[in-house]
């Protein structure tokens, strides 16, 4: 994807370790900080949340390289609808 650049196959994985990480402890306080910028936005402002966990995760591991915070917002969408994808194929079985 333009913009995101990683490393190996090891920084992408110590990467996705560290998105589930922060997933679990910081997105959900900040969700419930940000509710009624999020009610306002219809639920936009999620994907530039999903976007600071993203950026926040790559800060964090060494080979993974933003251009900015946009590629990071457009990551998390791809990462957001992979995974609904996997999900969906998963309870489809």
């Known amino acids: 994807m333009p913009g995101i650049q990683v490393d190996g196959a090891g920084a992408a994985i110590l990467t996705a370790l560290f998105l589930g990480l922060i997933n679990a402890i910081i997105r959900p306080i900040l969700l419930i900080l940000t509710l009624p910028l999020t009610l306002l936005t219809f639920g936009a402002f999620a994907l530039v949340i999903n ?43």
């Open 51 to 93: 976007g600071a966990m993203l950026a926040l995760a790559a800060r964090f591991v060494e080979g993974v390289h933003l251009a900015g915070f946009g590629s990071a917002v457009l990551g998390a969408v791809v990462v957001s609808l992979v995974g609904g994808v996997v999900h969906w194929l998963l309870r489809c079985r």
